[in-house]
């Protein structure tokens, strides 16, 4: 009998632990997996943070298993989040952001690239054809043909900011949609369009190459908050957990790039190794030794901790709205979800 007892003690002593250890097992499993995101965004340096956590594993540390896609323009970007296709973007603000975020799609939660004093910025190109024809300062677009992607597109604001500082209106402009950044340097190269305003990686390299001219910058107009972080009005509410390790990591990102990138001489091999982790999402098709040069000039200015400056984004929305390119009804408060967004005073 005594025989029996001890037999059946030790089955069930050992059925007891094996499932204690499956059960520890299966939660283990459970909390080990990593929520899925997608990130929308475009080749261009001033979308690094996304490649420098993505590359250093910051997301993966956040419980983060992230997906870059890649688009050619911001609008396309704002459709496919309040479409569930991805999950964040980061863009510049635009009209069909501004329709969406209207219908409740949408929610900006941080801040990224601005134009600062000092730091590379949006810079204003002619054609050489245009240069050669007499234009030679902003003020002298006015009547002139301007390239962009779309209307409602950041490119179309930057022809607001030119204009407004110069007294006249963009529609003063001969606005040119050609739907792709490529057809908007093309364009530039070959003389069909007079001027454009591009990211600085681009823009230098458009100079240097002799294919156009620099005329001026947009900093020297306007505090632009250029790009925001944003995502759906969904995540806001139903993942907010998500929403707030996706914005600690991307603040590492952006750490890390302007540490590095906003002062170059400090740590020449820190910055060598910044530009090949850059260069595998930044003119992929060009050799590293010519890509480098536009890299490192391309190195803008970023809003430390994804701050986001409001004041600037409600003067954007006002523009858009003045020329009917954004919903009258909408309001920065209705757009901007203050929970996660620190404030540029």
Same mark, same amino acid.
């Given at each position: ?12 002593? $050992? ?314 009804? $909408? ?15």
């Amino acid at each position: 009998m005594k025989s029996l007892i001890s037999s059946s003690v030790t089955r069930r002593t $050992l059925l007891g632990a094996l499932s204690g250890i499956i059960a520890l097992t299966s939660f283990a499993g459970l909390s080990s997996a990593a929520d899925k995101v997608t990130i929308g965004a475009l080749r261009f340096t001033s979308h690094s943070p996304s490649f420098i956590a993505y590359e250093k594993g910051y997301f993966k540390e956040e419980g983060l298993d992230v997906e870059l896609k890649f688009f050619q323009a911001a609008q396309p970007i704002a459709v496919a989040i309040a479409s569930g296709d991805i999950d964040f973007g980061v863009t510049a603000l635009t009209g069909g952001f501004f329709s969406l975020a209207d219908k409740g799609a949408l929610k900006v939660i941080g801040g990224m690239m601005a134009e600062k004093k000092g730091a590379p910025g949006n810079t204003i190109l002619v054609s050489n054809k245009a240069y050669e024809a007499g234009i030679r300062t902003p003020a002298d677009l006015k009547g002139k043909s301007w390239a962009m992607t779309q209307q409602g597109s950041s490119f179309h604001y930057m022809a607001g900011i030119i204009a407004e500082n110069n007294g006249f209106k963009a529609s003063d402009m001969k606005l040119k949609p050609l739907q792709k950044v490529g057809s908007m340097i093309g364009a530039l190269k070959s003389g069909q369009v007079d001027g454009m305003a591009i990211v600085p990686h681009i823009a230098a390299g458009l100079a240097k190459g002799g294919a156009a001219k620099i005329i001026g910058k947009i900093q020297d107009m306007s505090d632009y908050q250029v790009t925001t972080i944003f995502t759906s009005t969904k995540n806001t509410t139903d993942n907010k957990d998500v929403v707030k390790r996706f914005l600690k990591a991307y603040s590492r990102g952006i750490a890390d790039y302007l540490a590095v990138m906003q002062n170059q001489d400090k740590d020449p091999a820190a910055t060598e190794a910044m530009v090949d982790l850059i260069h595998k999402y930044v003119y992929v098709s060009r050799p590293r030794e010519k890509a480098a040069p536009s890299i490192k000039a391309g190195a803008v200015y970023l809003n430390e901790g994804a701050a986001l400056n409001v004041a600037d984004v409600k003067r954007q929305l006002e523009w858009f709205q003045s020329n009917k390119l954004a919903p009258a009804s $909408l309001t920065v408060d209705k757009m901007v979800d203050a929970s996660f967004v620190n404030v540029i005073k």
